[in-house]
């Protein structure tokens, strides 16, 4: 089998780590593995098919000889390095959102628009976490009728904003229960706790407001749903109304979604197309209390939906609620399945 040589950028994150993982659960063929992050991280050592493997510095030149570089680092380091990856020769596979809305660079859920990979000039983006799991969870509903709008509200985990999100969760939590055992009274604000990831305590509080705000109203976080969906569905009038909430939990995105099509569907035939999805599980029981939750999808690549039921405003609506990791589905592993499709594996 060929092998590829691959590239890490940002290779100590969160994201960097989870690529390690599941490029060797998922068996890539990689020939040589280069992580690189920046100068502190130089040395550091990870582990990847049992060895250890050096930590090497992000540089202009550190990319050559490389096929494939996964890059899961912010913004600004996208942008420094994309120009020289290409020149290097080097598929870069982008898990930031600096290059998601150009022309000439695909955004991609190999589940849903695979053939997209081939028309790359160098860059493959990755899409926004919620929107990956979003458009898992109702690809198959456009199969029986086209989308023409979206109205999501997200409900997204703590380490959505990093290592320090769950950590300042836990903190926050802690402090909240020293409280409790100290005055007796259950509180809903600590006195003493400091919020420095967060706008606001998380712990025990949602807060409705992820990424900068923008002049219509909206946030950023909230508008990719829209712009983003459009490029991957190949729906360039889909229309989205969305709400980006941050919530108390660990690990996984929630999202309640009415999906309007253009015939009317029924739930069961619905229920029906998700259920052979790749990709997606049907776990949609309400008597017997089975539903997607962040606790079940977490630490796995399946979006689970479930909540199915016809919308009551609209005769062309479903209502349905869908789970997935953030961290995997959401960005880790749809990257490696694009460079395992890339290359004509099976991903």
Same mark, same amino acid.
């Given at each position: 089998m060929k092998t590829y040589n691959v590239g890490i950028l940002g290779a100590t994150g969160a994201v960097?780590?989870?690529?390690?993982?599941i490029l060797e659960e998922r068996k890539f063929p990689v020939g040589e593995l280069r992580p690189l992050a920046s100068a502190r991280s130089v040395g550091k050592k990870l582990q990847f098919n049992g060895k250890d493997v050096e930590v090497q510095e992000a540089k202009i030149g550190a990319f050559k000889g490389l096929d494939i570089v996964l890059g899961a680092a912010a913004n600004p380091v996208a942008i420094e390095f994309k120009d020289d990856i290409v020149k290097a020769g080097a598929l870069f596979i982008d898990n930031s959102s600096a290059f998601r809305l150009d022309d000439d660079v695909p955004l991609v859920v190999p589940e849903?628009?695979?053939? &997209?990979?081939?028309?790359?000039?160098?860059?493959?983006s990755n899409p926004n976490c919620s929107t990956i799991i979003t458009l898992m969870a109702v690809k198959g509903i456009n199969k029986l009728s086209k989308i023409t709008a979206m109205n999501a509200a997200t409900y997204q985990a703590t380490s959505g904003a990093g290592i320090n999100g769950p950590i300042e969760l836990f903190e926050q939590m802690g402090a909240l229960y020293d409280e409790y055992? %100290?005055?007796? %009274?259950?509180? !809903?604000?600590?006195?003493?706790i400091s919020s420095k990831v967060f706008q606001y305590q998380i712990a025990g509080n949602v807060i409705p407001h992820i990424s900068s705000a923008l002049d219509n109203g909206y946030t950023k976080e909230e508008m990719k749903m829209q712009n983003e969906g459009r490029k991957i569905m190949h729906l360039p009038e889909l229309k989205v109304t969305c709400t980006c909430v941050r919530v108390p939990v660990v690990r996984s995105h929630s999202i309640? @979604?009415?999906?309007?099509?253009?015939?009317?569907?029924?739930?069961? %035939?619905v229920k029906a197309q998700i259920a052979k999805e790749q990709g997606?599980?049907? #776990?949609? &029981?309400?008597? !017997?209390?089975?539903?997607?939750?962040?606790? @079940?999808t977490s630490d796995? &690549?399946?979006? #689970? @939906?479930?909540?199915?039921?016809? &919308?009551l405003i609209c005769d062309n609506g479903i209502t349905l609620w869908c789970c997935g990791d953030q961290v995997r589905k959401g960005a880790a592993t749809n990257a490696v399945q694009i460079a395992l499709a #890339? %290359?004509?594996l099976e991903f």
């Open positions: 960097g780590r989870e690529m390690l993982k849903i628009n695979k053939d &997209d990979i081939f028309k790359n000039k160098g860059v493959i055992k %100290a005055t007796g %009274a259950i509180p !809903n604000k600590g006195k003493d309640a @979604v009415t999906v309007y099509t253009e015939k009317p569907l029924e739930v069961e %035939a997606c599980k049907l #776990y949609d &029981d309400l008597e !017997n209390k089975i539903y997607p939750m962040p606790i @079940v796995q &690549d399946i979006t #689970y @939906v479930g909540r199915i039921r016809k &919308d #890339y %290359a004509g």
